[in-house]
Nanobody, 125 residues
């Protein structure tokens, strides 16, 4: 089993940047594909980005493509989400998630087994 803890959220002006981190427990972090999701009040939880265990492949939701970058450091058991050119519509609670390889579907929350508690990102205009 994996425990995930997100950090790095906060308040930022539109156009600014934040880097979220997700620290994972365990010794087999590289065997887990990782994803980032977000949920704003009154909205469904939505996929943001995902990365395979080795980091060789990444996936992004269309609205964040070119602005957000997902990466991982398997030696540190950590996955990151760098968010640039932030918009007010990016305001949400951001969650990281993990699924043991082989992953099935990384672009939906049902494809993941483990979840962090979330970190709030607020983008002001």
């Amino acid at each position: 089993q994996v425990q995930l803890v997100e950090s790095g959220g906060g308040l930022v002006q539109a156009g600014g940047s934040l880097r979220l981190s997700c620290a994972a427990s365990g010794r087999t972090f590289s065997r887990y594909a990782m994803g980032w999701f977000r949920q704003a009040p009154g909205k469904e939880r939505e996929f943001v980005a995902a990365i395979t265990g080795s980091g060789s492949s990444t996936y992004y939701e269309d609205s964040v493509k070119g602005r957000f970058t997902i990466s991982r450091d398997n030696a540190k058991n950590t996955v990151y989400l760098r968010m640039d050119s932030l918009k007010p519509d990016d305001t949400a609670v951001y969650y990281c998630a993990a699924v043991y390889e082989p992953p099935t579907y990384l672009l939906h929350e049902l494809g993941y087994d483990y979840w962090g508690q979330g970190t709030q990102v607020t983008v002001s205009s």
